[in-house]
């Protein structure tokens, strides 16, 4: 429960950050003081990382206690700070009322706090007298390791690598599949990977195509994910498309052409006739390779039963590619650590998985002798259980030994579908989202949280698909059984507590919801179960019992992308929420709403005080103009805000202009048909030091000239 514990503390950290930001003690009513208090309490979480690798039972019980009581003080002051928001034109009398019950709640949960931190201290000597037994691995934010390549290491398939060329290659004109065999972690895929990129696989097809499959699969949604991204047909058709027109448009591409596909990660045989009627078999040496776990899904897919079989490495072999992981070459400098090391890499059974693994924790930690032993003892442990178990052990030990600011980012991943390209932006706000990284002063959240997605791919525990241009990680994956792994200690920690998937469709009409959004089951009104602390009651869905009991908290989804959201005149957004970002498809307004062309974005849109990112998508042709409440620029974590398809922008009250601060970090600014009175464009001047593009256009009013203050091109 430690890393819940501080999971739960960072993320108050941020809540509490917000409270005492400037914008909002003009907001709100609190004393900052108390408030100061409670952050100092929280700030605790530092004794969690240095305490969180050895613990005791008295510690798990006392963390449990703690994520408990940070989550109640994230729920009572986003109960009060939202009450306050909604409730602005009240008397002074009923403030003074709102603040006293504000304060009681607070030092409530500071008393409770003082108590778990006093028992804390009691068995504080306990741990380091247990921490100094044991070697400890204490890596800082942005530690690298020691410089290897990107490309996945081949130590020890090199013979294979040239059979799976020569069966590809082969002079045979008719279409062949095949197949390679072997358990999860064995190397199958980095085997297919090496062999697609091969040189001379690349020279010898015309086309290259990699699918992965997986135990969950949809065909058409393969098929149609590869048409779009390769620019063979529009996404504004893809809803016309069945399953019939997409696999002839696959057919027609492969006709006639050499072509090599790659079917990864083949579960069983009916996922493979789904898929062969849209491969042509063009007599011209065409090849599918297939990768599977299950030697009866390759033994009939084989030409004359024939399949390749990946198996454990030797000794030897498992020594070079831990070597290979550590140093960055296929031996030791470290004449004191060879024998340990043999045993290390002995104790990883042969599997490359739990090599490489083990390899990115070494190449981390500091190289004595006395931790490499501590390491040797507990994979040689893990090798007494059975096979099942003792390849996902060996990895825990790497998880074990990440630092424990790590550990949140690391669990996360088990939200992402099996097989899933990741898009390490999406990654970074999500970490930010769910108030995962901790402040760096002078770097933004951004750069923290890539340096944490840097740690995690030092360490092997997540892989690189692409790289940006600037040499940035663009998009990442995970290993099936480092996936499991994840919802395994994610499960231990109670970490991870809401459904994976946050997709939304509200009805057009309330009187039209009537199934619960996340399993569809229809719904009698005496038994819908609205989350309104998620959203509110005109545009609230509904979750059935069941649901609501397999999921309690709700409440504390981060992330929602919604999709036809429908504006009308009672339409509002949450009262009570932890939304931190919101993603809305297909906004529009209602029939009988729509007058003017233009949509609005409603005022209580600022009752998400927590919201850091907003992405809107318009349903462009029928507006000619989205009008943005003055609320949205008192919102101070916003910090991303994105309207696709966007053509024209009104700020409503320009006159609240002078209250507008403009990001710092911003870097381009147009101003167009705005006009804005010359002597209000001084709310430019020196707040923007990194402007490098100023465009104005019609943007302002009045006879007097412009005069433009502060450094605004470098």
Request: aromatic letters at 10%; a negative charge; one cysteine or more.
């Amino acid at each position: 429960m430690a890393v819940a514990a501080y999971a739960s503390l960072l993320s108050l950290t941020h809540v509490l950050d917000n409270v005492q930001h400037p914008v909002r003690r003009h907001q709100l009513h609190l004393d900052t003081d108390q408030i100061q208090s409670l952050q100092e309490k929280v700030e605790f979480l530092g004794f969690l990382e240095l305490h969180s690798q050895r613990i005791s039972p008295e510690m798990e019980d006392l963390a449990k206690r703690l994520a408990v009581v940070a989550d109640e003080a994230d729920d009572i002051i986003d109960f009060h700070v939202v009450n306050q928001l909604r409730e602005k034109s009240q008397d002074q009398s009923l403030h003074m009322v709102a603040l006293s019950s504000f304060c009681q709640d607070i030092d409530n949960i500071i008393e409770k706090l003082d108590s778990i931190m006093k028992k804390l201290m009691v068995v504080k000597e306990e741990w380091v007298d247990v921490q100094e037994q044991w070697p400890i691995v204490s890596v800082s934010v942005g530690s690298t390791a020691l410089p290897s390549s990107d490309k996945n290491t081949m130590v020890g398939f090199d013979e294979r690598l040239l059979q799976v060329v020569d069966e590809l290659t082969r002079d045979e004109f008719d279409l062949q599949i095949l197949p390679i065999v072997g358990m999860g972690g064995i190397g199958k895929t980095t085997l297919a990977q090496n062999a697609f990129d091969h040189p001379y696989i690349v020279n010898r097809f015309d086309i290259r195509i990699w699918f992965t499959i997986s135990q969950q699969y949809s065909v058409r949604e393969i098929l149609l994910k590869y048409l779009i991204n390769g620019k063979k047909i529009k996404a504004s058709v893809a809803d016309e498309l069945d399953l019939a027109k997409l696999g002839e448009c696959f057919h027609k591409l492969l006709f006639r052409k050499r072509y090599l596909i790659v079917l990864d990660d083949l579960w069983s045989i009916k996922a493979w006739e789904d898929f062969k009627v849209s491969f042509p078999d063009n007599r011209n040496g065409c090849r599918i390779l297939v990768t599977t776990r299950l030697l009866d899904v390759a033994r009939p897919l084989g030409f004359d039963n024939h399949y390749l079989t990946v198996n454990f490495l030797d000794e030897d072999k498992s020594w070079d590619l831990l070597c290979e992981k550590v140093f960055a070459q296929q031996s030791c400098p470290y004449p004191e650590l060879e024998e340990i090391g043999r045993e290390i890499a002995k104790g990883c059974r042969g599997l490359p998985l739990a090599i490489v693994i083990i390899g990115g924790l070494l190449s981390k930690s500091d190289r004595t002798r006395e931790y490499w032993e501590f390491v040797e003892e507990n994979v040689s442990s893990f090798v007494k259980s059975g096979d099942d178990e003792s390849c996902l052990k060996i990895l825990s030990l790497s998880y074990n030994s990440l630092p424990l600011h790590l550990k949140p980012c690391f669990l996360y991943m088990r939200v992402f579908p099996e097989d899933d390209t990741i898009k390490a932006s999406k990654l970074i706000k999500l970490w930010i989202s769910e108030g995962f990284l901790k402040p760096v002063e002078g770097k933004s959240l951004e750069e923290v949280a890539e340096e944490y997605l840097k740690d995690l791919t030092d360490r092997n525990l997540i892989l690189i698909s692409k790289w940006t241009r600037s040499g940035k990680i663009k998009i990442c994956n995970i290993h099936d059984i480092i996936r499991e792994l994840c919802f395994r200690e994610s499960n231990k920690e109670h970490l991870i507590r809401v459904p994976k998937t946050q997709y939304i469709s509200f009805p057009r009409r309330p009187e039209e919801s009537h199934a619960c959004f996340l399993c569809s089951h229809k719904l009698d009104r005496q038994n819908k179960i609205h989350l309104q602390q998620v959203f509110a009651e005109v545009a609230s869905p509904s979750v059935c019992e069941a649901c609501n009991n397999v999921y309690p908290n709700l409440n504390r989804l981060r992330w929602v992308k919604v999709f036809e959201l429908v504006y009308n005149q009672s339409f509002t957004f949450p009262h009570h929420t932890k939304l931190r970002c919101l993603e809305v498809n297909d906004y529009r307004c209602h029939d009988e709403y729509w007058i003017t062309g233009k949509l609005l974005l409603p005022s209580t849109i600022s009752l998400l005080w927590n919201l850091q990112f907003l992405d809107v998508d318009l349903v462009y042709e029928f507006y000619d103009m989205l009008v943005v409440p003055s609320e949205v620029w008192e919102m101070p974590k916003l910090r991303h805000l994105k309207f696709d398809k966007l053509e024209s922008l009104y700020f409503a009250y320009y006159s609240h202009l002078g209250n507008i601060t403009f990001p710092t970090s911003l870097k381009k600014l147009d101003l167009s048909s705005c006009y804005i009175p010359w002597d209000k464009m001084t709310i430019i001047g020196s707040s923007l030091p990194n402007l490098e593009v100023f465009k104005l256009y019609d943007a302002a009013s009045g006879k007097s000239g412009i005069q433009l203050k502060g450094n605004f091109f470098g």
